[in-house]
């Protein structure tokens, strides 16, 4: 699991194509790789990756098919600039929000508007997905943890204060620019409990009814807005 707190920019070293996979070189620049071990996880771009190889300044790993098809991995370049944040500890602090790696689908920036000393980035996201973005949730933008301003339909935006964009890639964006998207897991465990409830099925755990687990109940308790 990791937060959304990018600790470094590392950039990608080589890419090596192994029957259909790539194998990915990445150097961590100022990450401290000092407490991590062959198998440990480091988010690259918000995506879950093992290290398979710790040369001492960097890591490798090996991105599958499926990764490659499912996030924006596949269009990087020796030289690309990447976000890394290194799994969390139980002894974390526990800055942004719950974040597993796994990339739901992959955004694009619509547009990029000054405001004050911020920038406001417009997304659009993937339509499968764009359900589960709500103003002022969380979602994971090429491993960072933001909050969302506003919705329009699937096209979401995002203010970006000096600092994060001082310590992530996101100055490197531009309109048409594709990126990786995770939305709040908590969305998905909401959906799966209204489904469960709507089909007349139950969760294997809860012994008993859906526990009137419904859109209403819902609206009513502030975790929707009604509609």
Do not use: W
């Not at 942004?96 to 980035?121: A, F, K, W």
Request: charged residues 20%.
């Amino acid at each position: 699991m990791f937060t959304g707190i990018i600790e470094a920019v590392g950039s990608i070293r080589r890419m090596e194509e192994r029957g259909g996979d790539v194998r990915l070189h990445v150097a961590t620049g100022k990450l401290d790789l000092g407490d991590v071990k062959l198998g440990d996880s480091i988010a690259t771009n918000g995506v879950c990756l093992t290290a398979v190889t710790l040369p001492g300044d960097g890591f490798t790993a090996d991105v599958s098919r499926e990764t490659l098809r499912r996030t924006s991995l596949g269009e990087l370049s020796v030289g690309s600039p990447v976000n890394l944040e290194k799994a969390m500890m139980p002894t974390s602090r526990f800055g942004g929000h719950i974040v597993s790696g796994h990339v739901d689908g992959v955004g694009r920036i619509v547009d990029i508007t000054p405001s004050g000393r911020s920038l406001i980035y417009r997304v659009e996201a993937p339509a499968e997905i764009a359900r589960y973005i709500a103003e002022k949730g969380s979602i994971t933008v090429d491993g960072v943890s933001l909050t969302v301003n506003a919705v329009e339909s699937a096209i979401f935006s995002l203010n970006i204060v000096p600092h994060t964009a001082e310590e992530t890639i996101i100055t490197h964006y531009r309109p048409g620019s594709r990126v990786n998207l995770e939305v709040d897991i908590i969305a998905r465990y909401l959906e799966r409990l209204l489904s469960a409830g709507q089909n007349g099925q139950q969760p294997a755990h809860s012994g008993g009814a859906a526990g009137g687990m419904t859109e209403g109940f819902l609206a009513e308790h502030g975790f929707m807005r009604r509609r």
